[in-house]
């Protein structure tokens, strides 16, 4: 925007109301003769005798059309003069001419409504000329004559807007050699990440999105790490099922969640072996020492 353009449209506008006071002169005109034309079919009624009621009754018919037509015009001139009664003052045009320096403030008002831009924008812009190819080419020409050029990326089609983005689905593959499915989701949630459809991120959506693109399970990725499941910890150490189960929640055995059901995967350590029956051992009690006198009693 410029403020030679600005002025020019003020001079234009200022014309315009010239010519708006010349079209209300006509309309002025065009009332004046139909209420002289209704003027004529009332004094005319007036003159018919009233014994002939033929005469009268066309008489009055044509006087009643020209009331008719009388309104229309009136409504009509009214209406026209609405709209060609407005006049840009002084203060209007003072603030008018400083848009040329204020424009992107008052684009980005809150108050400015979408409408308003709208409006604004066809003020602003004479044509658009788009080519279509790899990207969409806009060359831009605005009402003061200034040209611009813009490249636009082609929008996407509605299988892409509804594709999982690439980085979030190689995140999900990363997150898997660590965390549950449940896990993975409250830290997308946690760092503002969404799904293709804007959605917050819940463990069936992981699963989802893991079996749609082929991502290894977490009990896969643990066992090719050499994770040991319950039954091969048994087997390796001789125990029942729940004794492994004991040992790991009594931290005796590191344990991995498999998923969000609790299900685990088991990593040995180097050293320090649990043993059989250790876990009775971690809470054996001294024998306490009995006295003759208490066994005296005791017989």
Request: charged residues 30%.
């Amino acid at each position: 925007m410029a403020s030679l353009a600005l002025e020019v449209a003020l001079t234009v506008q200022h014309e315009l109301v010239a010519r708006a006071a010349e079209a209300d002169h006509v309309r002025q005109q065009q009332v004046e003769r139909a209420r002289y034309d209704a003027e004529v079919a009332h004094r005319r009624f007036l003159r018919v005798d009233p014994e002939n009621r033929l005469v009268a009754d066309v008489l009055e018919a044509e006087w009643n059309d020209r009331l008719r037509a009388l309104t229309a015009a009136q409504e009509a001139y009214e209406d026209a003069r609405g709209r060609d009664a407005r006049v840009v003052t002084d203060e209007e045009r003072a603030e008018i001419l400083a848009l040329a320096t204020d424009f992107p403030r008052l684009w980005h008002d809150p108050a400015t409504s979408i409408r308003e831009k709208k409006r604004m924008m066809r003020l602003l812009i004479a044509d658009v000329t788009l080519t279509k190819g790899k990207s969409v080419h806009a060359d831009i020409r605005f009402t003061g004559g200034a040209t611009r050029s813009l490249e636009i990326p082609l929008p996407k089609s509605c299988v892409e807007l509804r594709t999982t983005d690439a980085a979030i689905v190689r995140e999900i593959d990363e997150l898997l050699d660590t965390y549950t499915e449940a896990e993975i989701a409250d830290t997308l949630n946690e760092r503002g990440v969404r799904t293709a459809t804007r959605c917050p991120f819940t463990r069936h959506r992981v699963i989802r999105l893991r079996t749609a693109y082929g991502l290894k399970h977490r009990r896969t990725r643990l066992l090719e790490a050499g994770f040991l499941t319950p039954e091969d910890v048994a087997t390796r150490y001789g125990v029942k099922l729940y004794t492994v189960h004991l040992w790991r929640r009594r931290g005796l055995l590191r344990a991995h969640p498999v998923n969000d059901r609790g299900d685990y995967l088991y990593e040995i350590p180097a050293e320090d072996l649990p043993a059989k029956f250790a876990h009775k051992r971690a809470y054996h009690v001294e024998p306490r020492t009995v006295s003759s006198r208490n066994v005296r009693g005791a017989v």
